[in-house]
T-cell receptor, first 111, second 112 residues
């Protein structure tokens, strides 16, 4: 079945440093979504990418979808303590309605 | 809109007891998902419904787990009998088709 791999599992950064998490799927995706889960909270939708090679920005966050629609990345510029949490990618195979989540990258930011 | 509502928020029970988790999806959404989250296994999809019909229950661990969606505004996840290894946070989420999922606050289940 479809698998979504996400690396790294953990990332510790100093406030102000950049952060990137990578997501790879075993199959071609129709779209990929990113979620953020704060400690003790629930996953919250950040963005959805649909087109091959798509790049979207949300303030300091940049999301990319690979040309082959099998990988994606989330880059945060100049991290802040409010960025702390676990970032999940989740992909949908063509013809499916089922989101398959990666294991997530847990980000900690030292002030 | 109140968002996805789950109850109870916390449940502590003893091994062998029946546990029922409840979910009210966002009005108008046609898909409902049950997830389980643990440190070891991450976020796992247990089952999802589309228009109240179970579509994929391949993630349900075993026969002790069952889920129902009697109408568009209510779903239950039942564990009978519960075991300590079922301890986890259980999330319900809803969506309109293959779009963004809205997660509920979760039920933290502890089985002693």
């Amino acid at each position: 079945g479809q698998q979504v791999m996400q690396i790294p599992q953990y990332q510790h950064v100093q406030e102000g440093e950049d952060f990137t998490t990578y997501c790879n799927s075993s199959t071609t995706l129709s779209n990929i979504q990113w979620y953020k889960q704060r400690p003790g909270g629930h996953p919250v939708f950040l963005i959805q990418l649909v087109k091959s090679g798509e790049v979207k920005k949300q303030k300091r966050l940049t999301f990319q979808f690979g040309e082959a629609k099998k990988n994606s990345s989330l880059h945060i510029t100049a991290t802040q303590t409010t960025d702390v949490g676990t970032y999940f990618c989740a992909g949908i195979e063509g013809g499916s309605e089922k989101l398959v989540f990666g294991k997530g990258t847990k980000l900690t930011v030292n002030p | 809109d109140a968002g996805v509502i789950q109850s109870p928020r916390h449940e502590v029970t003893e091994m062998g007891q029946e546990v029922t988790l409840r979910c009210k999806p966002i009005s108008g959404h046609n898909s409902l998902f049950w997830y389980r989250q643990t440190m070891m296994r991450g976020l796992e999809l247990l089952i999802y419904f589309n228009n109240n019909v179970p579509i994929d229950d391949s993630g349900m661990p075993e026969d002790r787990f069952s889920a129902k969606m009697p109408n568009a505004s209510f779903s239950t996840l039942k564990i009978q009998p519960s075991e300590p290894r079922d301890s986890a946070v259980y999330f319900c989420a809803s969506s309109w088709g293959p779009e963004r999922e809205f997660f509920g606050p979760g039920t933290r289940l502890t089985v002693l």
